[in-house]
């Protein structure tokens, strides 16, 4: 008796770890719908990650190079499937509000990763780990984990600069379009997009000798994305934060790349591009990111009043449908 109720409370103990990557979401209008979501796995401790130790949805999938990167999937597979690339610091934790509605999980194959230096992938600090072609991989080592046949790619902030490393290295009919949402298109135009307020905040974000100055600068920075976000929230930015190393932010923030390729999609018209910009953002510059892909012939641009730089997150409803509709028209 004892035995097996010791051998049952393991077996609970290990459940969360051995669930089927199916779940039942309760929909807007009550009804419950199966969808698909990742089992949840162990992230264990290395010197790779700085030490993270938790449990999360989702996959490892090995890089080139061999780092690590932390993916998950979410949605419906008959969708289209659209690849979320998050911006600075915040790992992919950033698009939890778009992960957990019905109404995208629905309409879409979601899939998000935490770039490396983030979250939960390896965070490496060497200069040879965050060449363009580096980070190229990582892309390719999610899109075939999940098997993605000509995704749809969506970079946040500094985000967007990942979809010019992928076009560096691959023909633009390797993805089905961009989607820009309040973007950086490349690392060379970084410092014209990037607000006067956010690009103060960087010195103090790459300092090692002032603890003080960096928690200030990094708080500032979570509330230039917006000013009012729900706690708990609010706190997981902060800790994605804390969970890279500041070399690693260092090496981010001073990274180049080539934008032939990216540029050349666009004014070759292979690729549509719909570039969404916060009209309250305090974060990036809406003309200065426009400026930095001169030429681009299937470009939508959209401009969601009252928005912040987390733009879904001050204005869900308008950009869900927004990106939504443009991609059915795009697929
Ligand atoms: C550390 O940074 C804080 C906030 O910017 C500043 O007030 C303080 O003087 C700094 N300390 C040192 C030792 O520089
Ligand atoms: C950038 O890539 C293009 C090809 O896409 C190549 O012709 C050019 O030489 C590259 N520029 C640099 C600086 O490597």
């Known amino acids: 008796m004892l035995f097996s109720l010791k051998s049952l409370s393991s077996a609970m103990a290990l459940l969360p770890l051995v669930v089927a990557n199916i779940q039942d979401i309760q929909t807007r209008d009550n009804t419950i719908e199966r969808r698909l979501v990742e089992p949840v796995i162990a992230i264990n401790p290395t010197d790779a990650n700085f030490g993270i130790s938790a449990v999360a949805p989702g996959r490892f999938v090995t890089s080139a190079d061999g780092t690590k990167i932390f993916a998950e999937a979410r949605g419906n597979p ?54 363009s072609q580096r980070l190229a991989e990582d892309f390719d080592a999610v899109v075939q984990s999940y098997n993605l046949n000509k995704p749809f790619v969506l970079g946040w902030s500094i985000g967007g600069t990942h979809i010019a490393d992928i076009l560096s290295f691959h023909p633009p009919s390797y993805i089905s379009g961009i989607i820009y949402d309040a973007a950086v298109p490349d690392t060379a135009s970084l410092f014209n997009v990037g607000a006067p307020g956010a690009i103060a905040l960087v010195p103090s974000l ?10 200030e600068a990094y708080i500032d920075f979570i509330n230039l994305c917006h000013p009012a976000l729900e706690w708990n929230f609010y706190l997981a930015c902060l800790g994605d934060g804390v969970v890279q190393p500041r070399a690693a932010t260092a090496l981010l923030l001073a990274r180049t ?30 003309q200065a990111s426009l400026d930095a892909i001169p030429g681009w012939q299937r470009l939508t641009v959209v401009t969601l009043p009252d928005a912040e730089h987390f733009t879904w997150i001050s204005r869900p409803v308008l950009f869900r449908t927004t990106v939504l509709q443009w991609i059915s028209q795009n697929a």
Do not use: C
Not at 85 to 114: C, K, T
Not at 206 to 215: S, Y
């Open 206 to 215: 790459i300092q090692t000798t002032n603890v003080t100055q960096f928690q």
């Open 78 to 131: 008959s969708k289209p499937a659209i690849v979320f690339i998050h911006g600075f610091g915040i790992g992919a934790m950033a698009f939890n509000e778009i992960f957990d509605d019905p109404d995208w999980l629905s309409q879409a194959y979601m899939v998000r990763y935490d770039t490396r230096g983030h979250g939960r992938s390896d965070k490496p600090t060497t200069a040879a780990a965050w060449v």
């Open 257 to 286: 790349q080539n934008s032939t390729g990216l540029l050349q999609a666009g004014t070759s018209g292979a690729l549509p591009l719909l570039a969404i910009f916060g009209a309250d953002d305090k974060v990036v510059i809406k």
